[in-house]
C-alpha cells in the first residue's frame, strides 16, 4: 500500500470538510480519536494475556505447579445400523432435451 503524502492527506481532508460540514468534523474526530483509544486498549490486553501464557514456567522447572485434568463423561449409547436390501431397477436411457439442441 502506497503511503499517503501531505497533498493527499489534505484532498481527503477538504473533501471530508465538504462532505460532513465545519460542525460536524470535530465531532467525528472525537468519535475517532476515542474508538481508535479504546481499540488499542483492548488489542493491548489481549497482547500482555499472550505473552503472560508464554512466559507462565513450564511443569518439567523445580517448584512449578503441575495441572492434571480428568475428563469423565458417561458413556453414550450404541446405535446399530443394518444394512436393507436393495431392489436393483432397470436403467432408463437419458432422453434428448429437444429445447437444449
Request: glycine share 10%.
Amino acid at each position: 500500500m502506497p503511503n499517503i503524502g501531505p497533498g493527499e492527506l489534505l484532498v481527503i481532508l477538504l473533501i471530508a470538510l465538504l462532505v460532513f460540514g465545519p460542525r460536524k468534523l470535530p465531532e467525528l474526530g472525537k468519535s475517532l480519536g476515542a474508538g481508535i483509544r479504546e481499540f488499542r486498549r483492548g488489542t493491548q490486553g489481549l497482547k500482555e494475556e499472550l505473552e503472560g501464557s508464554f512466559r507462565e514456567p513450564s511443569p518439567t522447572q523445580p517448584g512449578a505447579p503441575s495441572q492434571t485434568v480428568v475428563v469423565s463423561a458417561p458413556p453414550q449409547p450404541v446405535q446399530v445400523v443394518t444394512p436393507q436390501a436393495v431392489t436393483p431397477q432397470k436403467a432408463t436411457p437419458a432422453t434428448e432435451d429437444p429445447q437444449r439442441g
